[in-house]
């Protein structure tokens, strides 16, 4: 099993598709997996490596998404 690093977002439609784009380039950067999941209110992005974590969280900040850091294994 792997532990995983995850933020929870409140993302809809073009923006959701704009955060899988940057999920999917700082996991390829980074030579890791990412993967998404459903959350109770938004959806969660989780990844292997805590700095590619962090690296998605300030994507997010930029595009003035709220994000909520999640661990989960």
């Known amino acids: 099993m792997v532990k995983a690093n ?8 073009r923006q ?3 955060l899988r784009a940057e999920a999917s380039r700082i ?4 030579k890791i997996d990412w ?4 959350a109770d209110k938004g959806t969660r992005f989780c990844f292997e490596d805590a700095e590619a974590t962090k ?10 998404v709220p994000c909520l850091p999640r661990a989960a294994i």
Do not use: K, M, P
Request: aromatic fraction near 14%; hydrophobic fraction near 50%.
């Open 6 to 13: 995850c933020l929870t977002v409140r993302a809809y439609g």
């Open 16 to 18: 959701l598709d704009q």
């Open 27 to 30: 996991a390829q950067v980074n």
């Open 35 to 38: 993967w998404i999941e459903r």
């Open 55 to 64: 690296s998605f969280a300030l994507v997010c900040q930029s595009f003035a």
